[in-house]
Structure formats: structure tokens, C-alpha cells
């Protein structure tokens, strides 16, 4: 099973929103996620293109790993995911020798519209964001491409980066 | 806090069970564990003195890490634990490079006598063993020695080493 995922920059978060609820999407639920990342003792996940996060939802925590994409346009990628009891985990994890590089700050809300997930995004200090999500057997990323379309967002405007990468790239323009 | 903690070779578990009864020890639990444990991508754990385990306890999972021991004759050292949803997390592990490397099937009886923890330990492949813990802010192992020995257990009995060394070591015979 493939998550299929793309994302893109959205300046109007409300329009969007109007937009998704006419097509018939479901408000879903609304979270304040708080990602914390790591970097490999032994390896450069920036070069390998994989990530390991702790999320935290709430109360509840989450160790996440994913692997590197899978084509040039979408998100897709191999992902695990544990639910962990406490911050313990971030303890055992640094003694690995793992090494926290950056923190994301989400509010998201989650709707759905037939099989797709989608979720609106303010993320501190990058700005509005839509994500469209999909799970299926079969790789076929233009469908999620040409949703994002009908709602009026541009190529131009799918962000292939994540998050991560868009907050440590503004972090090193504040030292330019 | 420390977690002071001594081991030794048994010869015979249904003795030192009485004796520790006598004494006033309460049993406590029963339980059937089955560690795996797993070494570093980039570190060799059995060098650094180090180990990384996934515990599974009836439908339980632990994930635990434990530093160098700190001393040469008791098993005293860092150790940080937390509890795992699932399997996922060994799936994680592996895809972060860590490779498991061995075993430990273990039945293990809890007792407790004042502030000492007994635990009466059927291994796998080894035999049998007695540990005894406490939990103190200041080190002195030489009172878990002395407990030791006033249950019968001679000082050529204490074993350092883990049962993953053992279990290794055993496995290695087995070759030659």
C-alpha cells in the first residue's frame, strides 16, 4: 500500500477551505502537531533523503520514520509509524547518537472528500499550506495533481520540500 | 537515580527460592520475556558496552537503551526505557541501519524483600540465575554482594556479563 501525497503553497487558506467544502469535503478534526527532527549518526539524511521525527499530537506521541521519495513531483515514500508512551524516546534516541536538527510547528485541519485526505496548513514562520493525500495500490500521482488544479493552484506552486527542509532553509537565510 | 544491580550463576533455583521466602521476600509477578536486541550502524555496541533492546512482555513492547556499566563487578548504568505501540518500531530500527543481532528467551520470577528487587531467571540455552536490584541515589554495591552471599552464592559466581554476552558466546561455541 502507497501513501500518495503532494503538497503546494497556498496564499488564501479561507478560499481554499470554501472551495473544498462546495466539492463536498468533511471537516475532519483539527490538530496542533509539533514535529521534532532528527539527523543519523552515521548518515546525512538531507543527502539520503529519509527523516526521523518524534510527533507530538496533543498528548500523544509518535516516532516516525520515512523513507526516501519515489519520484520527482509527489511525496511518496516508505512510512513507519510507533506510537511511543513518552518523551523518553527522544532521551534513547539522542544516546544513539541521533541529533535534533530542527522543530515544525503545524496547525492542520483535516477534511475528507471521497479517498482523499486533505489537510490545511499554517505552519510558524513558512506561511499556508494544502496537502492531498491518497493510499492505494497503484502509483498514479497525476490524479492528485489535477485536483489540485481544479481548485486553482498552479504547478508552480507544489512544493516537493518538506517542511523540514523549508523551515532549516529559512533558518540558514537568517544568517545571510 | 541509580539502578544498582548484581548477577549470579544458580545452581539451584528451587533452594535460593526458599531461602529468599524465608527471609520474608514476596513474590511478586511471573513473566515470559523475549528480548531482542540490536547493534548500531555505526558503532559496535559490544565494544562501547552499550545495548539497545525491544522487550516484549506478554502483549507489551519496551524499547530500551542501556550505557556502559559503570564499574567492574555489579551491572550498574544508565538505562532508558519506553513503551512501543507495536512491532513497527522494530521495522524503524531496522530501516535506521540497527541490526539484530541475538535472542534472549527468558522466564523470570519477581520477588521483593525490603528495598531489594529478587528475580529468580530461567534462560534459554543457560540455566538458571539470580539478580538483585535497588534503586538509590548513592552507589554501593558491595550491600548486593554481600546479600549475595548470604544466600550461599560465592563471589566466582557473579556474572558480569549480560545474557545477550552469554547468549553470543554460546552461539559462537557452538561453531568451533
Keep these: ?7 503546494a503553497r497556498a496564499e488564501d487558506l479561507e478560499e481554499l477551505r470554501e472551495k473544498i467544502v462546495k466539492l463536498g469535503a468533511e471537516f475532519v ?10 539527523n543519523h549518526p552515521g548518515r546525512d539524511f538531507a543527502k539520503t533523503d529519509e527523516a526521523l521525527r518524534i510527533r507530538k499530537v496533543d498528548d500523544d506521541l509518535f516516532l516516525t520514520y520515512k523513507g526516501p521519495k519515489l519520484d520527482r513531483l509527489t511525496k511518496t515514500r516508505e512510512e513507519f509509524e510507533v506510537k511511543v508512551a513518552d518523551e523518553t524516546a527522544k532521551i534513547i534516541l539522542k544516546r544513539l547518537g541521533f541529533r535534533e536538527v530542527a522543530k515544525v510547528t503545524k496547525s492542520r485541519d ?5 479517498d482523499f485526505e486533505i489537510m490545511l496548513d499554517t505552519i510558524e514562520g513558512l506561511g499556508y499550506f494544502i496537502e492531498v493525500e491518497k493510499r492505494a495500490d497503484e502509483y498514479r500521482p497525476e490524479e492528485l495533481v489535477e ?3 481544479s481548485l486553482g493552484i498552479k504547478k508552480d506552486a507544489i512544493e516537493r520540500r518538506s517542511y523540514l527542509e523549508l523551515v532549516l532553509e529559512a533558518k540558514s537565510r537568517e544568517y545571510f
Excluded: G, N, P, W
Design 110 to 114: 483535516y477534511y475528507r472528500l471521497s
Design 29 to 38: 478534526k483539527k490538530q496542533r502537531q509539533v514535529d521534532t527532527y532528527f
Design 147 to 149: 485536483f489540485l488544479e
Design 1 to 7: 500500500m502507497l501513501e500518495i501525497e503532494i503538497k
